[in-house]
């Protein structure tokens, strides 16, 4: 036997920008990568964002003598799909960029940038993008990783892949024309950082949240909390940015959630799901006496607090264990559930059963009295 060993490291390296006025002319984020002499860029851009930024946009790349082509996409979780992978990938090769230095430029929500990204993942191998989230789920989680997918065979996110991104372009005006149902969806991934690893986090949450929710986040502490909820995630995921380590912080609200996402995907929103989860998890941390009476009781007031309407009636306890043995699959054959030790504090746990789930259901069904109303 002759064995010839192959290594190669490779770093990655991108920053995360705060900007803003991303499209003004003298603004020049978005070429800050790539060539700019004879410089050719394929946009994406979500259609929602495209109404209000058309011009501007076109403006910007004629400013700057850039020949853009630009595709726009609409986000919503049904076009996750191949279809519209496809799509882009067929836009993309009858324009031909050059493969090192022109890079697709992702401008969207969650979606979209998870799309952009697998594109950008597998043409020819691997091209360089950058991102820039226009949803508040964009801008605190999905856009800041190097996570990319689509959903595939009833599956969320069955096909995807690890590609980080040349830069991510933070402008949170982005934020001002989003549907407030699309405001809270990405606060319930705040809350999540907030139970599972930062308390100060909560406190501002609690103090400052629900006014920052009515301004869309452009008031002085919606951009304190901002910051935070960011500084946190990155800290969580760059250690493990290729999840070598299964046990992550950041899946808190990401187990039983999965199930009720894929089940209900035509009426329920990914920040939605989670919160149904996060509430799941607290009652089983309580039963377990992980969690105090009154820092349940917290989880709970900031939730009603921040205006979260839920619907506890799609909670049916098969589903959920279901989700979570999906997920122990996932996570390589151990459950590795987080949850709060503590409003802040994390355990992870292998041995989650069937009667504390229904359990919890139970509890939630009677504390969640609103019925969400699909807007
Ligand atoms: N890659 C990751 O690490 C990661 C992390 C978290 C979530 N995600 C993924 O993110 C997706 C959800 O993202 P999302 O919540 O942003 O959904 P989304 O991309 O579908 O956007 C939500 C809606 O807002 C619209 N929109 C976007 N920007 C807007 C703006 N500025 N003004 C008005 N409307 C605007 C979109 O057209 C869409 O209708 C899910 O598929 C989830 O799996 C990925």
Redesign the pocket.
């Known amino acids: 036997m002759h064995t010839r060993r192959v290594t190669y490291q490779h770093t990655i390296e991108y920053e995360v920008i705060n900007t803003s006025n991303l499209f003004h002319p003298q603004n020049c984020a978005l070429l800050s990568a790539g060539r700019v002499e004879d410089a050719r860029r394929f946009v994406v851009v979500?259609?929602?964002?495209e109404k209000h930024y058309s011009a501007a946009i076109r403006e910007y790349f004629a400013y700057h003598h850039v020949e853009a082509k630009i595709v726009t996409f609409?986000?919503?979780?049904e076009n996750?799909t191949i279809d519209y992978y496809q799509s882009i990938v067929r836009e993309l090769d009858s324009f031909s960029i050059h493969r090192r230095d022109e890079p697709i430029i992702a401008i969207?929500?969650?979606?979209?940038t998870?799309v952009v990204g697998f594109v950008a993942s597998s043409y020819r191998r691997g091209v360089p993008h950058i991102k820039v989230p226009?949803?508040l789920?964009?801008y605190v989680?999905?856009s800041i990783?190097i996570?990319?997918?689509i959903n595939f065979n009833g599956n969320?996110?069955r096909l995807g892949a690890f590609h980080a991104p040349q830069m991510v372009l933070l402008d949170k005006s982005?934020?001002k024309?989003?549907?407030r149902r699309?405001i809270l969806?990405g606060v319930c991934e705040i809350i999540k950082l907030a139970v599972i690893k930062d308390a100060d986090l909560f406190h501002l949450l609690e103090a400052h949240g629900a006014q920052s929710v009515d301004a869309h986040f452009q008031d002085e502490q919606g951009g304190i909390i901002l910051d935070h909820a960011i500084a946190g995630m990155l800290e969580e995921l760059q250690p493990n940015l290729f999840e070598e380590d299964l046990a992550r912080k950041v899946d808190f609200g990401h187990t039983f959630s999965y199930g009720l996402e894929t089940r209900h995907e035509a009426h329920l929103?990914?920040?939605e799901a989670v919160l149904l989860d996060i509430l799941i998890s607290t009652l089983i941390a309580r039963a377990r006496n992980l969690l105090s009476e009154e820092e349940t009781s917290r989880i709970f007031r900031l939730t009603n607090a921040l205006g979260i309407e839920l619907d506890a009636s799609i909670l049916n306890p098969c589903l959920l264990w279901q989700s979570l043995t999906e997920r122990t699959y996932h996570r390589n054959g151990l459950q590795r559930v987080p949850m709060p030790r503590g409003i802040g504090g994390c355990v992870f746990l292998n041995d989650i059963n069937t009667d504390e789930i229904e359990s919890a259901v139970k509890t939630l069904e009677d504390r969640i009295t609103v019925k969400h109303e699909i807007i």
């Not at 969207?108 to 979209?112: C, F, I, Q, S, T």
């Open positions: 979500d259609s929602s964002v609409p986000g919503g979780e996750k969207g929500g969650g979606v979209l998870d226009t949803t789920m964009g989680d999905a990783g996570k990319t997918g969320k996110n982005f934020l024309t989003l549907p699309h969806n929103l990914h920040g």
